[in-house]
């Protein structure tokens, strides 16, 4: 096991809507591998060498405006952005399985109380295994980050495979605070070289946050207008002043191909609303794990990814020196799914020459999902490859959650309007937290009555051998029929069930033989989901709709597990009260939503 690993990421951005000169990132981690994907928005002037110090990294050159702090155009479309370490998506955090992570995470966000944010990065998919206080969520396990602050995050990784970071604190990740991660372990099929991760996400022209308030007030966003694959794509503007000049604008995401090699690639779900349905004309794939769980192998020329999933795909390239092929990210535009403007130009370019400029002609033979379900898990998909069956559970340990929505008034400041607001709930209570007063504090004070919007649910053992936790969320009758992607932190789960229908836990359908195993899965539109999870992990661990609009709207529970034993070390606790100081100090801020 490798101790301190040190990575240094920072949170650039002023206020909600703009990007600040990237900050310098060092790590010891070792380099990345070599790959032919190509990097994170790169460079328009060349390397930056002896013969080319002009040019600097990510589009920065000796031309760069560094007062400018406002906007970036990862789609060729200028707007206000948050970024990582100046990209979208952050830095790839790499791993050993077993190793030390110790990361530092700077706000350097504007410190103007109208305009600053708070932040917290979250690990998705991380079990962080007795140590929630490292997990991340502003209100639930720290107060946020104030601006000019750091926080150390430390943790184990008891995992492997493919996830991603991003920010927790309110709607940030959707106007670019994320990024990969990569633990690095054995796999169910072999490959002869890593592409690294890929990042599928939606894009819009105006902030997360802008569109966020017309969800808030009738409950629908602000329909998004572009996509991103990797961090680039291209926009088509409506007049050429939108994009600089130019009617079309951006770059495709390229990644190059030798003939008769295995590759393995990474996707990544980081959309805000969206169901991809990824694919590459011509090339089928093997799929070797979701989320962070190995499965067992199996081909497919597509895969169906719901936010905050993961799957691992290899895949094997042709007996072909030259020919350009689109990678397609597959926007699902079917009932029930998240709408997007543009949804064709969800595509990048994979080549089989390097500097070839050609434009592929290929087409697609996947046929287009009918649904934003999760893929089938059978014998033969999505089986984990470590089989673990559900056993000894009894039905006193299920609780029901219906999901439904409600209105509210909004906030007397007015900063909402005047009109009743939209919200989702669990049980009829929409989650609102208090990022001054975490739920940790309450556990830290030995309280065991927490406030009513902070929608919590104690869970415990009542034997001393491993014990189970069912989840069933059911959809009401009568409000609009969506797929809800649910997100549990702190453990993996085991998929009991998704079906449509209403649940009748006397004639229930729940698969305990070695069911899908991962930490997102979904709410069938109209039906229910049923997940179980041991109750191996104290601590306060939220349950979400990973639909970011959904989630800022209240679509989340928070299960307190074994709260008599969840124990804080000496340096958290240090760190979550001077985490916690500096925020109450910076105040007091404006909270429009759920605050996650």
Not at 104 to 133: C, E, F, Q, Y
Not at 247 to 271: C, D, I, Q
Not at 549 to 566: K, N, P, R, T, Y
Request: proline share 6%; hydrophobic share 35%; glycine share 10%.
């Amino acid at each position: 096991m490798k101790l301190s690993l040190v990575s240094y990421l920072a949170a650039l951005a002023v206020g909600t809507e703009a990007l600040s000169v990237p900050s310098t990132f060092t790590s010891n981690l070792k380099p990345s591998f070599e790959n032919s994907l190509k990097p994170r928005q790169e460079s328009w002037c060349g390397e930056h060498g002896p013969k080319n110090r002009r040019c600097w990294k990510n589009d920065y050159s000796i031309d760069t405006d560094y007062y400018d702090q406002g906007d970036c155009s990862p789609d060729g479309f200028k707007r206000p952005c948050m970024t990582m370490n100046g990209t979208i998506p952050g830095p790839t955090i790499e791993a050993d399985w077993g190793d030390e992570l110790i990361i530092h995470v700077t706000n350097n966000m504007s410190h103007d109380i109208k305009t600053g944010n708070g932040t917290a990065i979250h690990w998705h998919g991380l079990r962080m295994l007795n140590n929630m206080a490292n997990d991340g969520v502003p209100g639930v396990t720290s107060c946020p980050i104030a601006p000019n602050e750091t926080f150390t995050y430390r943790f184990q990784v008891t995992q492997y495979g493919s996830t991603w970071y991003h920010s927790h604190f309110s709607l940030q990740y959707g106007d670019g605070l994320f990024g990969g991660m990569i633990f690095h372990g054995p796999a169910t099929a072999d490959y002869e070289e890593d592409l690294g991760i890929m990042t599928l996400s939606d894009w819009g022209h105006l902030t997360a946050f802008q569109a966020w308030r017309n969800g808030a007030i009738n409950g629908r966003p602000v329909r998004l207008v572009s996509t991103l694959l990797n961090g680039t794509n291209t926009f088509k503007c409506n007049n050429a002043a939108e994009c600089g000049g130019v009617a079309t604008s951006g770059k495709k995401f390229e990644m190059t191909f030798k003939p008769k090699t295995t590759y393995r690639l990474r996707l990544v779900n980081a959309a805000v609303d969206g169901v991809w349905q990824f694919s590459i004309d011509g090339h089928k794939f093997k799929v070797i794990a979701n989320d962070l769980v190995p499965i067992k192998p199996f081909e497919t020329d597509s895969i169906k990814i719901q936010m905050g999933q993961r799957y691992d795909i290899i895949i094997e390239s042709k007996d072909i020196t030259e020919g350009n092929f689109w990678i397609r990210g597959g926007w699902v535009g079917a009932a029930g799914c998240a709408g997007i403007s543009n949804a064709e130009d969800a595509t990048g370019i994979l080549r089989y020459k390097a500097g070839d400029t050609g434009v592929p002609s290929t087409t697609s033979s996947v046929v287009p999902a009918v649904n934003c379900h999760d893929e089938i898990n059978n014998s033969t998909w999505l089986s984990p490859y470590l089989e673990l069956d559900v056993e000894h559970f009894n039905l006193d340990v299920v609780k029901v959650e219906e999901l439904n929505t409600q209105l509210v008034k909004p906030p007397a400041d007015g900063s909402l309007g005047t009109g009743n607001l939209f919200q989702w709930t669990l049980n009829k209570s929409s989650l609102y937290l208090n990022w001054s007063d975490p739920a940790l504090q309450y556990v830290i004070d030995k309280k065991t009555a927490f406030p009513s919007p902070y929608n919590v649910a104690p869970v415990k053992p009542k034997g001393t051998e491993p014990e189970w936790a069912v989840l069933v969320i059911q959809q009401g009758a009568g409000i609009p029929g969506l797929d809800h992607p649910f997100h549990l932190h702190g453990h993996d789960f085991w998929v009991l069930a998704a079906e449509s229908g209403t649940f009748d836990i006397n004639n229930h359908k729940f698969n305990t033989k070695n069911p899908m195993r991962r930490d997102v899965a979904t709410l069938p539109a109209g039906g229910y989901l049923a997940i179980a999870f041991l109750l191996d992990n104290p601590g306060v661990w939220l349950a979400h709709c990973h639909i970011a609009w959904h989630a800022s709207q209240g679509l989340s529970m928070q299960f307190v597990e074994s709260q008599d034993q969840i124990k804080v070390p000496q340096i958290d606790l240090e760190q979550y009260e001077s985490t916690c100081a500096a925020w109450r100090k910076s105040g007091p801020w404006h909270q429009d939503d759920s605050g996650i």
